[in-house]
DNA sequence: GTCTATATCCCGATAGAC
DNA sequence: GTCTATCGGGATATAGAC
């Protein structure tokens, strides 16, 4: 997941970052937590990056291009099949990196004003792709979804969420939790 | 939902930090923020609690035990009936009051080991009952929920995160969000 | 009960040696 | 690039007058 982040310095701390702010929240978490996590000392968070808040930028920017990434160029033969893979993916995506998914999600008004306007925009990416899959359904005659937002809004909404309550030591996989909401979206929305 | 507190300046302490913790979350925000607020000095707030965490654990131990309460008595002449009044009434209050449910639900993590321990008693109590009313479903035969406890997991969860993304400027009032959501967890779960 | 003033501590960020 | 040492500011909570 941070495998583009060099050099290996500014990775571990990115990572002990993404790790601390999930567990305590941003404002909760200082640099000197991170510094510690990344086994490094307090000044040197100061070398790679110009400040927590650019960390906290840096994870909610990488993680925001990631699970946009997961709803582009989603396969299916048909909007069913198309939707049920969209789901199942970005709802695992929730799971299988819920300590990303986290702070993408609970630590967005930590953000400046200019890095929050840069993630809104992404966010509205996010929207967009899954609605325009449940608008096909809806035009081939498929979705009954008389309110198309608010049908997108639940359905993104269920899948974010997943994020809040996932525990790996949970008796359900991210895999099972993906395959769960999709058959439960695919009845929601079928006419 | 604060007629209970008293006196008059506990009551304003409270409102006033449930207001500033649903903004800018507990950690940002600080106990002059909230005596401002409230119209009084720094130190007024120790007059009435014992510490920034006291003022926590009060909003969320009356917000926790008020949306349990929403759970009781769920009127309904059948299981469907009464699911749907239950996620209705669930997300309608998670809407209606957003302000305390943020705090509610992404603020538990800033409770001390014993506070912590109290209001997890009560989610355990909130799950149980959305539990008890889709088990119902189940065993009439109506509800096709092979994993009762994800189903519930999942309807909970959609209702919950309506406190995230509500706002009291968008287009859908507290109500057509209920009717929404009975809606969508009806089609869900009947077989 | 409420105030002003302050004790005590800790945070984010920087300076400067190596 | 990384360290040790530290500055300047602001946090929670308390002391003591009224």
Redesign the pocket.
């Known amino acids: 997941m941070w495998r583009h982040v060099t ?3 500014a990775r571990r701390m990115l990572i002990a970052a993404a790790h601390a702010f999930a567990d305590k929240g941003y404002h909760a ?5 991170i ?1 510690s996590l990344a ?10 990056y ?4 650019d960390l906290l930028f840096q994870i909610s920017k990488i993680g925001h291009e990631l699970s946009l990434s997961v709803l582009s160029d989603v396969p299916g033969k048909d909007p069913v099949e198309r939707l049920s893979n969209a789901v199942s993916s970005f709802a695992r995506w929730h799971a299988e990196y819920h300590t990303t998914a986290r702070v993408v999600q609970y630590e967005l008004g930590a953000l400046s004003p200019e890095h929050h306007a840069t993630v809104v925009e992404l966010r509205r990416g996010i929207e967009g792709r899954m609605r325009s899959i449940i608008a096909e359904g809806v035009e081939a005659g498929l979705f009954d979804a008389p309110d198309l937002r608010g049908a997108t809004l639940a359905v993104l909404s269920l899948c974010i969420d997943v994020a809040r309550w996932y525990q790996p030591t949970g008796k359900r996989t991210p895999e099972q939790i993906g395959a769960l909401y999709a058959d439960l979206v695919r009845r929601m929305l079928m006419s």
């Open positions: 050099p290996d310095a978490t200082t640099t000197r937590d510094a086994g490094m000392s307090p000044a040197a968070v100061y070398i790679h110009r400040s927590k808040e």
